[in-house]
């Protein structure tokens, strides 16, 4: 319902009021919901969708629940395949923006003149191959949302200072244009690189970083969590062999456990990714009829970065 007041004359008061049905307002909410996730704007990871029972993972889902509540800035450290943009993604989806835009980014897959027009947007007729009527910016995109910056260690240094003005003055101005356009915009970065390192080379601005790192995240590599190592291989084999409609059995399930001595003494430089890419490729074999037995000998001529590592056992 929507009331709305009417200027009449001194002596009475005049309202419009218009209904809307209920109905038609989920539809329309649906259909934005619909062409924002069409668009890659929408978050599907929650802090349920993340897996790991040590203490380390606890605090971590712990701290990152209490920083959804705010509207500061993030920084996530991690190694490659730690889950920073799973991170990221829960914790839009638990904030109050988690009705708006999520637009992520990797600032390394993409050279700087790119990076640039990506971010904040160009202005018709900049360069050649243009949209005409220009087009906006991730930042614009992620008006009242999230934006994720993955990698932003790798952002070069003209679009650091950009960025910047962007996170000061809390507006942006396409390339080619002069027209600052005003943005809400919740900003979670991430990145493997060590930034204190790449501050002291002149590589990083030190007052970006301390305007991306208001709030802090340090995601530990597999290797130090090391208790989440076996929980984590079966749900990911369980995940795998679901899709190709195997089922997961208690000899699966006690193989893995006769299997930990090689899970847990692998170094796991891929971290959870590698984990769960090695699972997948198990699934694959296991349900290939005979199934065999999940042997180390077995795992191993699998997964031969595994049988490389158990050498030094």
């Known amino acids: 319902v929507m009331c709305i007041p009417i200027k009449g004359d001194e002596m009475e008061e005049l309202y419009l009021i218009s209904f809307q049905d209920a109905e038609e307002i989920r539809n329309m909410e649906y259909k934005i919901r619909k062409q924002l996730r069409e668009q890659g704007?929408?978050?599907?990871?929650?802090?349920?969708?993340?897996?790991?029972?040590?203490?380390?993972?606890?605090?971590?889902?712990?701290?990152?629940?209490?920083?959804?509540?705010?509207?500061?800035?993030?920084?996530?450290?991690?190694?490659?395949?730690?889950?920073?943009?799973?991170?990221?993604?829960?914790?839009?989806?638990?904030?109050?923006?988690?009705?708006?835009?999520?637009?992520?980014?990797?600032?390394?897959?993409?050279?700087?003149?790119?990076?640039?027009?990506?971010?904040?947007?160009?202005?018709?007729?900049?360069?050649?191959?243009?949209?005409?009527?220009?087009?906006?910016?991730?930042?614009?995109?992620?008006?009242?949302?999230?934006?994720?910056?993955?990698?932003?260690?790798?952002?070069?240094?003209?679009?650091?200072?950009?960025?910047?003005?962007?996170?000061?003055?809390?507006?942006?101005?396409?390339?080619?244009?002069?027209?600052?356009?005003?943005?809400?915009v919740r900003v979670i970065s991430a990145t493997h690189c060590n930034l204190e390192e790449d501050m002291q080379q002149g590589q990083f601005r030190r007052d970006l970083f301390y305007r991306l790192s208001i709030l802090r995240l340090q995601l530990p590599p597999l290797r130090e969590r090391v208790t989440d190592i076996l929980p984590l291989a079966e749900s990911f084999l369980k995940m795998s062999l679901a899709a190709l409609s195997v089922p997961f059995s208690a000899a699966l399930r006690q193989g893995l456990e006769t299997c930990q001595i090689l899970l847990l003494h692998y170094d796991w430089p891929g971290n959870i990714r590698e984990l769960r890419n090695m699972m997948e490729r198990l699934a694959l074999f296991l349900s290939v009829e005979p199934t065999p037995d999940l042997t180390p000998q077995f795992l191993q001529l699998l997964l031969p970065e595994l049988a490389r590592e158990s050498a030094k056992i």
């Open 41 to 184: 704007l929408v978050a599907k990871y929650r802090f349920e969708n993340i897996l790991g029972q040590s203490a380390a993972m606890k605090q971590l889902v712990t701290s990152a629940k209490k920083y959804s509540q705010s509207d500061a800035n993030i920084l996530i450290l991690g190694e490659s395949g730690t889950g920073k943009e799973m991170f990221s993604q829960s914790i839009h989806n638990a904030s109050r923006r988690c009705n708006k835009p999520f637009v992520a980014i990797n600032c390394a897959a993409l050279p700087e003149q790119l990076l640039e027009s990506e971010l904040f947007g160009y202005v018709e007729g900049t360069f050649t191959g243009a949209v005409k009527g220009g087009k906006a910016g991730l930042f614009e995109q992620a008006h009242k949302g999230t934006i994720f910056l993955d990698e932003i260690g790798e952002m070069p240094l003209p679009l650091q200072t950009r960025l910047l003005r962007v996170l000061e003055e809390k507006e942006v101005t396409r390339v080619g244009g002069h027209q600052p356009v005003p943005v809400d």
